[in-house]
Nanobody
Framework: QLQASGGGVVQPGGSLRLSCSAK????????TGWFRQAPGKEREGVSW????????YYIDSVKGRFTISRDISANAVYLQMNSLQPEDTAIYYC??????????????????????WGQGTQVTVSS
């Protein structure tokens, strides 16, 4: 069971760190990613990290602002979000999927093969 936490309300330009924890699941056995869903919009993949942490992927709109990482000993994955903008406002979800090196060549495709979802956490960026 996955659980996202760390959301909140922040002003534009601010930062938040989201955490994804798991019960009964060893996250290092999977690639783990973050999705978000803004009001009235479809859910979109944001970033993912391989089981070892060696491979990461970001969509263009968050590159240079967001950093995904994992702590294997803590069985957790994090999303550090800096320079937040109003368009980042959404419910953020973490999810696990296949830990396969082939996705390093086409990172966006991984988002279509997610197997398990966790509950989301609300991120609101507003002045």
């Amino acid at each position: 069971q996955l659980q996202a936490s760390g959301g909140g309300v922040v002003q534009p330009g601010g930062s938040l760190r989201l955490s994804c924890s798991a019960k009964g699941v060893t996250l290092a056995n999977f690639a783990t990613g973050w999705f978000r869903q803004a009001p009235g919009k479809e859910r979109e993949g944001v970033s993912w990290i391989s089981g070892s942490g060696e491979t990461t992927y970001y969509i263009d709109s968050v590159k240079g602002r967001f950093t995904i990482s994992r702590d294997i000993s803590a069985n957790a994955v994090y999303l550090q979000m800096n320079s937040l903008q109003p368009e980042d406002t959404a419910i953020y979800y973490c999810a696990t999927g296949p830990d396969d090196p082939k996705y390093a060549k086409n990172g966006r495709s991984w988002f279509y093969f997610v197997a398990s979802w966790g509950q989301g956490t609300q991120v609101t960026v507003s002045s």
